[in-house]
């Protein structure tokens, strides 16, 4: 009877992840720039055969390992290259990820905690947005989620902790661990054993320097994430050398030490991404930091963990000098734990739901709402905000899009500000279960309508004309190209091929050399210069803040 009803949670939570994650993936071009990276990394296989060796542009790529992109590719080798097959992987991610939350929480608590969590995850703006994107994240967080989850398990039942059935013997936890810290290492690279190596530092710390991982127990572990790791960065280092590691070594030192391609921030931009972003959870993880009463030493010790990981992840990122809203999105795992936690126990009357959070909640709601109910009107009176773009002539640019606003946009937020309102009502009234539900799962349809709604549109204005030039060349036997800004869109929309030219890639060569076939560029239109020197260029049209330009071969 309760494996058929963890079967029956288990196909509900399927059908609903789906149902939310799976739909309408393909209507919106990708996203520049890791999107269509890593998408066009993953085509490039499927079009070259070269599964071993990561290419963009047919060039070894030396950014990130080829785990997500084997994915991808074998995506598109069912479904065809395209938008939904690059996303797919992520709707997987997204079904196995509640679906663990679903029986980690049941374990560690009970059912309803289990549906809690899963609540807290798929009701929460950034957690529930990123099952529906193309980029490595989801996987990457689930995997390291995966080894911390197991070497808590693998604590436990070395000090056989009382009251949780563990029924694998120590060294099984710590050998799975190794395994999934090793696979996310294939997903993005070592800071995956970085953050997990600083949990169990800070964890040492916490419990006065007692070893409770031994050092030849700590070495065991990470020999298996290493050598799982090595399943592809051994091939990779014997079969095309040292360059991998060493360009993706300096890579990752860039990241880490300076400001990367104009993606800087200010010292608190983690703190207000994981306060605004992972709403409405946030508001409840804040009263995590309080005093709790648990029933089980356990239950106490979980909590220490996930609070070591949501501070690791925070201040690691926080030192960091590049600042993209992704980096801390390893933070929504225990987030949402402590905000499933501070729910449960306000549900078994333990906490109390207080003024302040009903004050967050309404606050945090009505920004999102407010912003997207005067969305549609701002699009149609766009010349309002043009004022606001003076200084950079590409945005002020990008506002000439003519984007289809309906009004009926408005409809997400309004809902927003109206679910918000009645969770807050059903707290009050002690109806918490159905405020939860309220609450998480009207969050959930939020983000839903939003992307179905309104991103398609704010596409149309950031790229799109530069991606349906891209696409109008997929077909051409030319050289496509971008000018003073980086993109990885005239790759993938355009579908490059292998061959042509061994000069293809040096750009002054496809700007005054004797090339070989025609030579499209693309150049926003704060950067058409050197362009407009070349005698034998011609611009072929403006558009949107973008600018096209066409070269023939000197004997055309």
């Not at 608590?109 to 703006?125: E, H, M, P």
Request: hydrophobic fraction near 50%; charge should be neutral.
């Amino acid at each position: 009877m309760r494996s058929n009803f963890d079967l029956r949670n288990t196909l509900i939570i399927t059908g609903i992840a789906f149902l939310f994650f799976g739909f309408f993936n393909g209507r919106v071009h990708l996203f520049d720039w890791d999107e269509i990276n890593f998408a066009e990394m993953a085509r490039e296989m499927v079009v070259s055969g070269e599964y071993l060796r990561p290419q963009v542009n047919f060039k070894f790529f030396t950014e990130k390992p080829p785990m997500f992109m084997w994915m991808q590719a074998a995506s598109m080798e069912v479904m065809g290259i395209g938008e939904y097959a690059a996303r797919f992987p992520n709707v997987l991610a997204g079904i196995l990820t509640l679906i663990l939350l679903f029986h980690f929480g049941k374990k560690l608590y009970n059912v309803r905690f289990g549906w809690l969590w899963v609540l807290t995850y798929i009701g929460s703006v950034l957690p529930h947005l990123y099952f529906r994107s193309g980029i490595i994240d989801p996987w990457f967080n689930l995997f390291i989620f995966l080894g911390i989850f197991h070497l808590i398990l693998f604590v436990w039942k070395k000090n056989n902790a009382a009251h949780i059935e563990l029924f694998r013997s120590k060294f099984f936890y710590l050998i799975v661990a190794g395994i999934f810290t090793g696979l996310a290492m294939l997903v993005k690279g070592p800071v995956a054993y970085l953050i997990t190596g600083l949990t169990l530092g800070v964890y040492w710390i916490f419990k006065r320097f007692k070893f409770y991982i031994s050092p030849l127990e700590f070495i065991g572990y990470t020999v298996v994430a290493i050598l799982t790791a090595m399943t592809w960065f051994g091939l990779i280092t014997i079969f095309h050398g040292t360059q991998f590691v060493e360009e993706f070594t300096i890579r990752q030192w860039e990241i880490f030490s300076r400001e990367d391609a104009g993606h800087g921030g200010f010292p608190g931009y983690h703190f207000v991404v994981l306060l605004i972003g992972v709403f409405p959870a946030s508001i409840f993880m804040l009263r995590s930091f309080g005093k709790q009463e648990f029933k089980f030493d356990y239950l106490k010790d979980y909590k220490l963990w996930m609070l070591i990981l949501f501070w690791v992840v925070l201040i690691l990122f926080t030192i960091v000098r590049s600042k993209i809203v992704h980096y801390s999105s390893m933070a929504y795992f225990p987030m949402t734990f402590l905000a499933a936690m501070v729910l449960h126990d306000i549900m078994e009357g333990r906490l109390y739901f207080r003024r302040w959070m009903a004050l967050l909640l309404m606050f945090i709601a009505f920004i999102f709402g407010a912003t997207l109910i005067a969305l549609p009107w701002l699009g149609k009176n766009v010349d309002l905000i043009r004022p606001l773009f003076t200084a950079d002539p590409f945005a002020l640019a990008n506002l000439d899009a003519d984007v289809p606003w309906t009004g009926w946009e408005s409809i997400a937020g309004v809902w927003f500000i109206l679910i918000t309102i009645t969770a807050i009502i059903r707290f009050y009234k002690a109806k918490f279960g159905s405020g939860v539900v309220w609450l998480f799962g009207g969050t959930a349809i939020f983000v839903f309508l939003t992307l179905s709604l309104i991103i398609k549109k704010i596409e149309m204005i950031s790229q799109n004309a530069a991606i349906e030039f891209f696409e109008s060349k997929a077909d051409c036997d030319c050289y496509v190209t971008t000018e003073n800004y980086k993109s990885y869109g005239q790759y993938f929309y355009a579908a490059s091929q292998p061959g042509g030219h061994p000069e293809r890639y040096n750009n002054d060569w496809l700007k005054l050399g004797a090339i070989d076939r025609d030579v499209y560029f693309v150049a926003k239109i704060t950067g058409t210069e050197d362009l407009k020197r070349i005698e034998d260029i011609h611009l072929l049209y403006e558009k949107n803040g973008f600018t096209f330009w066409h070269r023939q071969p000197p004997d055309y």
